[in-house]
């Protein structure tokens, strides 16, 4: 999947986030009420992650966030 195609699927599944790729990792931004990049996931590739694992990354973020 290409990181394209990752923030189609997240917009098409109502998810208000996009999923951006820093230098060897990835973070969400627009996570919260603060609109601002979450912790970074350290992975090298968008694919070393299933669709199952980068949602649950979303959920910790989101739950970061909130406990903020």
């Known amino acids: 999947m290409t990181l394209n195609g990752f923030n189609r699927v997240l ?6 986030e996009q999923l951006i790729k820093g230098r060897g990792y990835f973070y969400f931004i627009n996570v919260g009420a603060c609109k601002v990049p979450s912790t970074s996931i350290c992975v090298a590739r968008i694919n070393d992650l299933t669709w199952e694992q980068w949602e649950d990354e ?6 970061e966030e909130a406990s903020r």
């Open 11 to 16: 917009a098409l599944s109502g998810h208000p």
């Open 58 to 63: 979303l959920t910790k973020a989101r739950e």
